[in-house]
């Protein structure tokens, strides 16, 4: 890495140079630090003007060299299209959508799977903590952390826009770290598609690694699991069984003609049959594989295995069979016994909770409670004990219990083709206020479909479960019940 300066408009700038890469990159390096676009920038090297191919080895730069940058930030302000609409002359539902609607992100050029899966990691609001106290810019000897550092400055530009924003510095990072997502479509041209889930199990890697502190990190914490494994063949009955205990990111909806719904994918994929050498026979066997959970992380990632290897036609075909997930998921099933005796409490509590919430709902709606209910005393929530284990377990999730926070989906016959869309729930309170549509909704979504956003219901949230040519869902994001 070589240290130089840049001077634009009277400011010095300090610039980290990986020497290993184009032009190109360092121009990204400088739009990040000025705000001037690539194709808008003059820098002044030897030989001329620095151009996107340009080998920077080639220029043989030393540390605390000087260059000049030439060119402008930003367009100048233009006139409204339409008249400026002051809050106090808009309807209900205009000041919702000019309040509530965050920013999308344009596609620049088959990037909608990248686009999907980063509107949907911004609901967990631990990563975007972490990321925020991760020290350096884009300009370290380790691209990963780059990557990390200019997602942090994506999310910023989100968080202060109300339009869309392009993704430039972030996917010129992301393709550097993983260049398969940068794969140029030969027969038409351009970028190809590419795969969601891919996407996000990069991602996920990528940030376990850069905002890694004291031997954990963010993603370990908050969006890992702790998984064991018993194998164990019925040919070889004498043979002790073997237990292994690995880290786990995501849980796999196996889905087939038997499977309906998620819980049922779910089990599939923790219980499979796989070959393996059996020492006691001297030759291979088939093993049952049994998997159950041993810690749940506060964040949980569910993958629906919606793709298959199609030899005829040599591509990843897509099953589109409905499989419908819940609003709400309890994993209780899939733990070992000892965890599920230390959640028992936790579980119960959030019960109790969610009984109380339904009874406001029915109140509310001006609905009379049953003979039971009417019965039946409301009563402040008893105190609970929660597992020593599990209080000190910070990031884990203590009831077994989740709400669903954000889906992917994918609308198309294959995963390297057709359109990825995020699906993000809204949190009650935050972002102004809601649409006064009158839907029987318990919580409202904002649909990003790249920089058109907009919102939806939790109806439309469960009809991406598949069986037609419309969205399905791909990847889901829950999120552990509150416990208060």
């Excluded at 920038?41 to 001329?48: A, D, H, T």
């Excluded at 004291?214 to 370990?220: A, R």
Aim: charged letters at 25%; a negative charge.
């Amino acid at each position: 890495m070589v240290k130089v300066q840049v001077k634009w408009q009277g400011k010095k700038y300090e610039v980290d140079v990986d020497a290993t890469q184009p032009g190109e990159v360092f121009k990204m390096q400088l739009y990040s630090l000025t705000g001037v676009e690539p194709d808008r920038q003059r820098v002044l090297v030897k030989g001329g003007q620095l151009k996107d191919d340009t080998s920077m080895t080639s220029l043989g730069l030393v540390d605390g060299q000087i260059l000049m940058m030439m060119g402008t930030a930003g367009e100048l302000p233009k006139a409204p299209v339409q008249p400026v609409k002051f809050m106090e002359d808009m309807t209900e539902n205009e000041m919702a959508q000019a309040l509530s609607i965050p920013a999308g992100l344009s596609n620049l050029g088959n990037t909608c799977y990248m686009n999907a899966t980063l509107q949907c990691l911004k609901a967990v609001p631990e990563l975007k903590q972490a990321l925020d106290s991760l020290a350096g810019g884009m300009g370290q000897s380790d691209p990963r952390k780059n990557l990390a550092a200019s997602m942090r400055q994506l999310y910023d530009q989100l968080s202060a826009s109300s339009d869309g924003v392009p993704p430039l510095v972030f996917l010129q990072f992301l393709r550097q770290v993983f260049p398969k997502f940068g794969a140029q479509d030969r027969q038409h041209g351009g970028y190809m598609q590419q795969d969601a889930e891919e996407c996000w199990n990069e991602l996920l890697t990528t940030l376990d690694h850069a905002l890694k502190r004291e031997d954990t990190s963010v993603v370990e914490q908050y969006m890992s699991g702790t998984m064991v494994t018993t194998l164990s063949t019925e040919e070889a009955p004498d043979e002790a069984a073997t237990v292994r205990e690995q880290m786990f990111r995501k849980l796999d909806c196996i889905i087939d003609k038997s499977v309906n719904y998620v819980a049922q994918g779910i089990g599939k994929g923790l219980e499979q049959v796989i070959e393996k050498r059996s020492d006691a026979l001297g030759r291979n066997a088939d093993y049952k594989a049994v998997s159950r959970i041993a810690r749940l992380p506060e964040y949980l990632t569910v993958a629906f295995n919606r793709f298959s290897w199609k030899a005829s036609e040599s591509v990843e075909a897509k099953i589109v069979k409905s499989v419908k997930y819940p609003l709400d998921l309890d994993v209780t099933e899939f733990c070992t016994e000892e965890l599920q005796a230390r959640m028992r409490p936790a579980r119960q509590r959030v019960r109790d909770i969610d009984d109380g919430l339904a009874m406001e709902r029915k109140l509310k709606a001006g609905k009379r409670p049953s003979q039971q209910e009417e019965a039946e005393p409301v009563e402040p929530l008893a105190p609970f004990v929660l597992a020593d284990e599990l209080k000190a377990d910070v990031g884990c999730n203590p009831s077994g219990v989740y709400e669903l926070v954000g889906v992917v989906t994918h609308i198309g016959r294959s995963a390297n083709s057709g359109h990825y869309m995020g699906w993000v729930r809204k949190e009650k309170g935050v972002g102004g206020p809601e649409p006064k549509s009158g839907a029987d909704t318990r919580n409202w979504w904002y649909k990003f479909d790249d920089d058109e956003v907009s919102m939806v219901t939790d109806e439309d949230i469960l009809k991406l479960c598949g069986g037609g040519d419309w969205h399905t869902a791909y990847v889901t994001l829950y999120r552990a019940k509150q416990l208060n």
